[in-house]
């Protein structure tokens, strides 16, 4: 008897169900059949009276049951809710239509600084370099004559990866580890073993230190390098090529300074400073803006080229560095809260 019942339920469930046309029509329905006086609920009642050897099969008949009945409600639930989608819009959706809004998207403020460092320096012949973010420690310390044992290595405080981890498109060799790379100069190591000088490149950037994150600190931050090698480069092409920059970049009346400084990549290096009357607040102090200096013999021992032939310049700056300067930001954090209220100030969109 409840065998044939529920057999008859199923059965009208099954075919009752397409033809709801909407969420009323459906939800007086399921409350005909499951609800508190529905006609699965009756038929669960009347279990009490099934003898008891018979229980179990009968139990898993009311769920066999149960299931299939669920099963026309959620397709006849999932096609409801899809045509209240549809007509609440007006219309089937598109997805291949061009958006109705009108803020198109804009390129963040740190790929607009890096944008036009880059197009600077393509102008007078430097061209794009690309590393890779993973690197070894060959490329980021060794080869730029940072040992192991250097203290510049604890400078630039870094994200090993596990020792056991091997990757396929950055070979290292057994005793060494890959890290994150902790700045650009890794990009100089590879273009140098890649193209023969003359060598003109800017490699823009992601790198990664164990910074406590604070208003000037990042763990995760944006560098742009420049490496010229040729023969007879000298400190005034070195000068002079970030003369240029400068004055582009932070107005025709900027002047520059170096700074003797100290890297194990370059000799002489040099920190250099920079000035402008044009700069509101920030006007007519020196300000710190990037590490530069002539590439050091050992640089050039370690890529199989001879520094008696050979002589060139680097540099490297923070992107945000620039860009704070450049847009009045003095919390590098808000640069990576995607909040668009601060976005929307840098991408000529109106507001
Ligand atoms: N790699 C240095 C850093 O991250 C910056 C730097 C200094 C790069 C001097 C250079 C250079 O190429 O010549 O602090």
């Known amino acids: 008897m409840i065998e044939e019942k529920l057999d008859t339920l199923v059965t009208l469930v ?55 009945i669920q099963k026309s409600f959620d397709a006849a639930n999932n096609r409801i809710e899809e045509a209240e989608l549809v007509s609440s819009l007006g219309a089937p959706i598109d997805p291949t239509l061009p958006s109705p809004d009108e803020a198109k998207g804009a390129i963040h403020p740190i790929a607009q600084v890096r944008d036009q460092v880059v197009d600077l320096f393509h102008r007078i012949g430097f061209s794009v370099a690309e590393g890779t973010e993973l690197e070894t420690e060959y490329y980021c310390f060794d080869a730029l004559n940072i040992p192991s044992d250097h203290p510049a290595r604890d400078m630039q405080d870094s994200y090993f990866m596990p020792e056991s981890l091997s990757i396929s498109n950055v070979s290292k060799k057994t005793d060494e580890q890959y890290l994150l790379r902790t700045h650009t100069s890794s990009v100089q190591i590879r273009t140098l073993l890649e193209e023969k000088p003359p060598i003109r490149i800017v490699a823009p950037g992601r790198c990664f230190r164990r910074d406590t994150p604070d208003a000037t600190h990042s763990a995760n931050f944006h560098q742009i390098e420049g490496l010229y090698v040729d023969k007879k480069v000298t400190l005034t092409d070195l000068k002079a090529t970030l003369d240029y920059f400068v004055k582009q970049v932070f107005g025709a009346s900027a002047k520059t300074r170096l700074r003797p ?56 700056m923070g992107i945000e560095r620039i860009a704070m300067i450049l847009q009045g930001v003095d919390d590098i954090r808000y640069y990576y809260h995607n909040d668009i209220r601060f976005l929307r100030q840098f991408s000529g969109i109106k507001q």
């Open 14 to 68: 099954d075919e009752s169900c397409p033809n709801l046309k909407n969420r009323a029509e459906f939800d007086n329905f399921k409350a005909s059949i499951s609800g508190p006086r529905g006609q699965l609920t009756e038929i669960m009642k009347s279990m009490g009276s099934v003898p008891k050897e018979e229980k179990p099969a009968m139990g898993k008949k009311i769920n066999e049951a149960k299931q299939l």
């Open 261 to 316: 400084s100290f890297f194990p990549f370059t000799e002489p290096s040099f920190e250099m400073d920079f000035y402008s009357p044009d700069l509101g607040k920030l006007s007519n102090k020196w300000l710190e803006i990037m590490g530069c200096g002539m590439v050091d013999p050992e640089v050039f021992k370690s890529v199989g080229l001879d520094p008696e032939e050979y002589s060139g310049f680097a540099f490297g």
